[in-house]
T-cell receptor, first 109, second 110 residues
Framework: GQQLNQSPQSMFIQEGEDVSMNCTSS?????WLWYKQDPGEGPVLLIALYKAGELTSNGRLTAQFGITRKDSFLNISASIPSDVGIYFCAGITGNQFYFGTGTSLTVIP | NAGVTQTPKFQVLKTGQSMTLQCAQDMNHEYMSWYRQDPGMGLRLIHYSVGAGITDQGEVPNGYNVSRSTTEDFPLRLLSAAPSQTSVYFC?????????FGPGTRLTVL
């Protein structure tokens, strides 16, 4: 299957700091998505990207669809404790979703 | 709307036992999927369905069966549980790129 690599694997940051994470693939995707998963819950969609180069924001979150269509980036500004969780990227090709390995974010108050 | 519901939330099985994980959605979505989530491996697609009566294999289908007799329900069957099937299982339904996940079933196979 398609392999999506996310980095970093985990992050420990102070409240108020900005966060950056990325997702890369050896394959091209037509759509990139970013999800957040809270402990004991299913992933929840944060942002969807549909065009190469697209930059989309959702509150303090900003995501970009890479020009090569093989990568995507997620930034969180001014982190708060409730940002804690695992962030997953996903690429869509055909009718299937392929998920990254996740970035675990810990925010220290 | 309840969204996507899954039962049970937790399950412990012995090797060789069979069981069915239930999934239901009330959003009238045609597309439903089952994923498993293992540490360090993200979510991997087991089976999916594009509508009632239609199912297909995903990335890791071995050891699992599905059926889709109604739009609402998409059960996942483990035929003969193995320790390698210890995982967290998520059901999802989708409309376009908006995919909604259930709360998950944490399965342990001893």
């Amino acid at each position: 299957g398609q392999q999506l690599n996310q980095s970093p694997q985990s992050m420990f940051i102070q409240e108020g700091e900005d966060v950056s994470m990325n997702c890369t693939s050896s394959s091209i995707f037509n759509t990139w998505l970013w999800y957040k998963q809270d402990p004991g819950e299913g992933p929840v969609l944060l942002i969807a990207l549909y065009k190469a180069g697209e930059l989309t924001s959702n509150g303090r979150l900003t995501a970009q669809f890479g020009i090569t269509r093989k990568d995507s980036f997620l930034n969180i500004s001014a982190s708060i404790p409730s940002d804690v969780g695992i962030y997953f990227c996903a690429g869509i090709t055909g009718n299937q979703f392929y998920f990254g390995t996740g970035t675990s974010l810990t925010v220290i108050p | 709307n309840a969204g996507v519901t899954q039962t049970p939330k937790f399950q412990v099985l012995k090797t060789g036992q069979s069981m069915t994980l239930q999934c239901a959605q009330d959003m009238n979505h045609e597309y439903m999927s089952w994923y498993r989530q293992d540490p360090g491996m993200g979510l991997r697609l087991i089976h999916y369905s594009v509508g009632a009566g239609i199912t297909d294999q995903g990335e890791v289908p071995n050891g699992y069966n599905v059926s889709r007799s109604t739009t609402e329900d998409f059960p996942l069957r483990l035929l003969s549980a193995a320790p390698s099937q210890t995982s967290v299982y998520f059901c999802a339904s989708r409309k376009g790129t908006a995919q909604y996940f259930g709360p998950g079933t944490r399965l342990t196979v001893l």
